[in-house]
């Protein structure tokens, strides 16, 4: 709760208390953390201080939004065939030329 | 039959990699009979269907690795732009659409994947194999031959473009 409560303090001075207040990053400082903030590679410490600049930049939240939007769209859309069932029919002649090649390498 | 049952999505994975049918076939075919030879070492452990992923992903890279390589396009311009502060210039988003919203609709689809297509070579396939193949960091930077570091950076790289690059469909201006 006193955590929750000091980043509704924060976000309060807007975008201006990244030049200000402690602990404060760039957005360029963020962008180099944002990799592997969703890999799950910070450090505690670097999460707090990643999650208290999104606290306080329109901008970066915004941004970040629309990258993992991304990250899922690419996701489904490139299995999307998959789910579709609509699966290019397999050519007979691909399937009798790897079962004469399994015949010829036995 | 294996072969019928299995070269369906094989061939899928194949060509999303290759982006070439030939090539994609030449693949799989290889994939099989690396599959038949080393049978006897598939130990269960995994399902049938991962130990085949891996061995089609890996034949699929090595024809990349063998393949002529594009050339690296300049992608700085689609990059995030900071200001002279080291702030972030980003337009507001008032509407951002949902991942179902793009998803259902085939033309929306089409336009991720052409879009993922243009992403200069060393770039998609990182983005291929981790966020469509599903792929570890680690596992995308055993298979390439490269340090997980660096993967993380072309990974990021990749999609900071592609954020741009689908910005319209994003914002909801082709819906």
Known sequence: MKRLGFLKVIGSFGKKAMFYLPMMITCRQFEDFLIDYLEGDLSARQKFVFELHLKVCRECRDYLAAYKRVVEVSARAGNAGEMDASLPPVPTDFINAVLAARKQGK | ?175
């Open chain 2, 1 to 175: 039959m294996f072969v019928r049952q299995h070269s369906p999505w094989m061939l899928s994975v194949a060509r999303r990699i290759l982006r070439d049918n030939a090539a994609a076939e030449d693949s799989v075919q290889e994939a099989f009979l690396s599959a038949f030879t080393n049978i006897d070492k598939f130990e269960g452990r995994s399902a049938l269907k991962t130990w085949l992923h891996r061995i089609v992903v890996n034949k699929c890279l090595m024809a990349l690795r063998a393949s002529k390589r594009k050339s690296e396009e300049q992608l700085d311009e689609l990059m995030p732009q900071f200001d002279s502060n080291n702030c972030r210039i980003e337009d507001p988003w008032p509407q951002l659409l949902s991942a179902d919203k793009i998803c259902e609709q085939k033309q929306l689809r089409a336009v991720v994947l052409e879009n993922i297509d243009r992403l200069p070579e060393k770039f998609r396939i990182i983005l291929q194999l981790r966020d469509i193949e599903e792929f570890s960091t680690a596992e995308v930077a055993k298979e390439l031959g490269l340090s997980q570091a660096n993967v993380k950076v072309r990974l990021h790289r990749g999609r900071s473009a592609l954020k741009k690059m689908l910005e319209p469909v994003l914002r909801g201006h082709l819906s």
